[in-house]
């Protein structure tokens, strides 16, 4: 038995004698050893403690975010045309870089939090008296250049979150006295935002800042050793060395948070599981949202979570001026700074500790409660029905806001007023959170909409994604559509609840869906077509067009129920948004109805009949994108309206050296979105109608 | 006693020469050090020199698109725009907010940029007011400060110019944020 053993044995001592001599071959030319002793076999005075763990956590922080910061760098490109583009393709096209992209994000959140749980620890302890000053004053040092790393990282990405809250921060920047516009000029890169505002906060994230951070952090370990750990006293256990028993303790408070890390990234993942919908990967980690654009406005602009504290402390400041932004942004976290750098020295006293601990614990606490304000003034309108004010806005409305006529209307009594007038911020508090939500909730549509498009099979043009959002009908359409048609034409769903409330309001046609196959139903429908939903709000409400299908179009000896349909799909076709095998068989005999002179082509001129332009709209080619774009553009033209156009503007027509209301692409893009004709990736029909999209 | 007093002047000597040897040493190797750390610097600061050129005015719309109704309707600032290496031909560079009085042929135009902190100020017509989405400073009608308001001073007018034509058009200026006195950037 030993026999058979033997040579595995002698093998063994073969590689661990081989083992050994390699060993003291490294340790004769480096002293690897020595060093390793040095390192692991620190005195931890009353032995290992769990409040000892928040520096090593701390620098495992540091090292996750240098690591997936290296390879994330190696994919990102920063310019204002390729930023947004290269995170794009790091989050949803590169294998695992949303996971990747996840990490660096939430760590860096979480990063700030043991940052806070450091500072809290060291001060409590007192762990900055003699010797240590030097040492606490490095951490601050750390601790500032995390917070800088923290603030050039939100930039990077490129979208619109990132793009408006550097904005306000640079701008804060600009206001430190007589070198404020020079730093803010050198940190922007010029004196807009541009490639240079990315290359400058691309070299400080990822050089400048963690370079500088490794230089403190080497002193500021170097300095720790050279103190030793200082224990929290009382001590009441032996003496323990570092390894293994605080490496333990160490290494499980960074499992623990690289375990709250992966669940912050995954937990979305295990809700669509438990709902049985359709993991994306895109949308784990960290979100992106639409390309930077500084001419669209972007009301969900808020700094990141752990920043919340110093944009709600600046409204703080209403109504002090420029000397209120000053002290708001520049003068207290300055001397906060200041007073936190004094520390080590106001400690050495009793007294002076206490006042440390309490002034640590009132930032900190002050800090949550402001983020909790700024929370809840954003989220007013969730926690709040809106109805119970429906009296306040009754007043506000009868009397326009006027306090004179509010106190008549309350009868002068003042408790009333005041009653009133408190209940009057409320509301006005939840319009401006129904206002951040729905800005949010726009954004998201943005973001959904902006990687959709990043997502063809074309991919992104050189120019950008941001030249794919501004010539997306989808996205641009019920925009340019709300500020230049929406105070005349509707655009709702006849079937939803209140749609006709909202027709009467306006002065136009709803021209939801129009040109498809339900809005020339209902055009040649005569209870409709003289309703607000079509002419009965214009100058035509009592036109020949209204004469028309109220009267002769009903006549069943003239027009018969299949020619009728006809007609309906014969215009539709016009539109180029007919579908249906069927109904296409009917388009050449509904044209010759629109085109016979005894029949719509008395009025209308369509194909070789030869009715005069100028009487009635043209119908060749009616409701097609040509022809929304001519009427748009100039509806006083022979081929719409020339001597009979209701106040519809020439939105393309302009005088000499003007411009006109609407560009040519402009007017494209709403006359896209009106037909319903926007990309749509393959396998979703749902967001829309026609398919002629090139 | 003589190898002592032949050791002193040697020792101030060795001294000597090793100061100097030191002040050389520092002084060649903070000369090497000058060039990078210079042209580090020269080019760090090259943003400084930079300008967005003169203010000029811009073409920024018909007369006809400005109703007489005292509402102030938001239009693009379209300009060519330079960033870094990339012309951009005719891109929105910014948004002005554009009013005329019943009955007048002048108009009155303010700048969209909130002067608080450099955020887009929207128009709330329910309210009558404009309103900054950031930290809510809100403006009249005309741009005055709604108190009590985080915004040091009023919303930025600009000034315009209606030609004979008809032709709308507006001075583009970018201003300083949060200060009480409205000062151009250059």
């Known amino acids: ?376 003034e954003d989220y007013y309108a969730l926690w709040v029905d809106r109805s119970a004010f429906a009296d306040v806005e009754k007043v506000l409305e009868s009397t326009g806001g006027d306090s004179d006529k509010i106190a008549a209307a309350l009868g002068h009594d003042e408790k009333k007023i005041a009653d009133f007038e408190n209940r009057r911020h409320k509301l006005e508090a939840i319009r401006r959170s129904e206002a951040f939500l729905s800005a949010v909730k726009q954004a998201g549509t943005d973001a959904d909409r902006a990687i959709e498009l990043a997502g063809r099979p074309e991919k992104i043009p050189p120019t950008g994604a941001l030249s794919l959002v501004r010539s997306d009908p989808l996205t641009q359409g019920p925009r340019l559509f709300a500020q230049h048609c929406a105070s005349c034409h509707a655009h709702v769903d006849p079937s939803v609840e209140g749609a006709e409330q909202v027709f009467a309001k306006g002065s136009a046609a709803n021209l939801f869906e129009f040109g498809g196959e339900s809005w020339v139903r209902g055009l040649l429908d005569p209870k409709q077509v003289a309703s607000a939903a079509y002419f009965g709000n214009t100058a035509h409400s009592e036109g020949d067009m209204v004469s028309f299908v109220s009267e002769d179009f009903t006549d069943k000896d003239v027009w018969k129920q299949a020619d009728k349909e006809a007609v309906v799909f014969a215009l539709v076709e016009e539109a180029r948004l007919l579908k249906g095998a069927e109904s296409k068989k009917l388009v050449k005999r509904g044209r010759e109805l629109i085109a016979d002179t005894d029949r719509c082509g008395s009025c209308h001129p369509y194909r070789e009949n030869e009715t005069e332009l100028g009487y009635a709209p043209d119908l060749n080619g009616w409701g097609s994108t040509e022809w929304v774009v001519g009427i748009i553009t100039d509806p006083t033209h022979q081929r719409f309206y020339p001597d009979t156009n209701d106040r519809m503007p020439r939105f393309g027509v302009a005088s000499e050296g003007g411009l006109p209301a609407l560009t040519r692409e402009q007017i494209e893009l709403i006359s896209s979105w009106l037909r319903g004709s926007w990309y749509r990736p393959k396998g979703n029909d749902k967001a829309g109608r026609a398919a002629d999209h090139p | 006693m003589t190898v002592e007093s032949h050791q002193e002047p040697a020792d101030t000597k060795t001294k000597r020469r090793s100061f100097l040897t030191g002040a050389l040493a520092i002084l060649c190797g903070g000369l090497a050090t000058v060039p990078p750390f210079g042209a580090a610097l020269w080019a760090f600061l090259d943003p400084l020199r930079r300008s967005s050129g003169a203010a000029t005015f811009l073409p920024l719309t018909d007369l006809t698109n400005v109703p007489a109704d005292g509402q102030p309707r938001q239009f693009p600032v379209i300009a060519d725009r330079v960033d870094a290496w990339t012309g951009f031909k005719a891109e929105p560079i910014g948004a002005v907010y554009v009013k005329r009085e019943e009955g007048s042929d002048r108009v009155e135009a303010l700048s969209a940029t909130c002067p608080h902190a450099g955020c887009f100020v929207e128009l709330d017509k329910a309210a009558g007011c404009f309103r900054c989405p950031c930290h809510n400073s809100s403006f009249t009608l005309d741009g005055g400060i709604v108190a009590p308001s985080p915004s040091p001073r009023s919303m930025d007018s600009l000034e315009c110019d209606v030609s004979k034509s008809g032709a709308v058009s507006v001075k583009w200026q970018n201003f300083y944020s949060g200060t009480e006195e409205k000062v151009a950037r250059k």
């Open chain 1, 1 to 376: 038995m030993t026999d058979t053993h033997s040579p595995d044995r002698s093998s063994d001592a073969h590689v661990s004698a081989g083992t050994r001599g390699l060993g003291n071959w490294l340790d004769s030319r480096t002293g690897y050893r020595a060093l390793l002793k040095s390192a692991l076999y620190e005195r931890v005075p009353g032995g290992a403690r769990w409040r000892y763990v928040w520096g090593s956590t701390l620098v495992f922080a540091f090292m996750t975010q240098v690591i997936t910061g290296l390879v994330l760098w190696a994919s990102y490109s920063a310019s204002a045309q390729t930023a947004w583009e290269s995170v794009y393709f790091i989050q949803y096209e590169m294998t695992g870089g949303w996971l990747l992209r996840g990490i660096h994000h939430v760590m860096a959140q979480a990063m700030i939090v043991l940052l806070a749980l450091h500072v809290m620890q060291v001060v409590i302890d007192g762990a900055y008296r003699a010797p240590r000053e030097v040492n606490f004053w490095l951490g601050l040092v750390l601790m500032t250049l995390v917070l800088g790393m923290a603030l050039t990282g939100y930039l990077l990405p490129w979208d619109q979150k990132g793009y408006w809250a550097t904005r306000v921060a640079t701008n804060l920047a600009g206001l430190v006295p007589l070198i404020g516009p020079s730093i803010q000029q050198l940190v922007v890169g010029g004196p807009d935002y541009g490639h240079h505002t990315l290359t400058r906060f691309f070299a400080l994230h990822a050089g400048f800042l963690p370079a500088t951070l490794v230089l403190f952090l080497v002193l500021h370990l170097s300095l720790f050793r050279k103190h030793g750990l200082h224990a929290k006293q009382p001590i009441t256990q032996p003496d323990a060395m570092f390894w293994p028993d605080q490496v333990l303790k160490d290494a499980v408070a960074m499992l623990a948070v690289m375990a709250v890390v992966l669940g912050v990234i995954l937990l979305p993942a295990l809700r669509a599981i438990l709902a049985g919908e359709p993991i994306i990967s895109g949308h784990l980690g960290a979100e992106l949202g639409a390309p930077a654009d500084p001419s669209e406005p972007y009301a969900a602009a808020r700094p990141e979570w752990y920043f919340l504290f110093l944009f709600q402390f600046l409204k703080v400041f209403e109504g002090w001026g420029a000397t209120g932004e000053f002290l708001g942004a520049i003068v207290v976290p300055g001397a906060t700074l200041g007073v936190m750098f004094l520390m080590p020295i106001l400690g050495q006293w009793k007294l002076g500790h206490r006042f440390n601990v309490v002034f640590t614990i009132a930032i900190l606490s002050g800090a949550g409660l402001l983020t909790a304000m700024a929370v809840h």
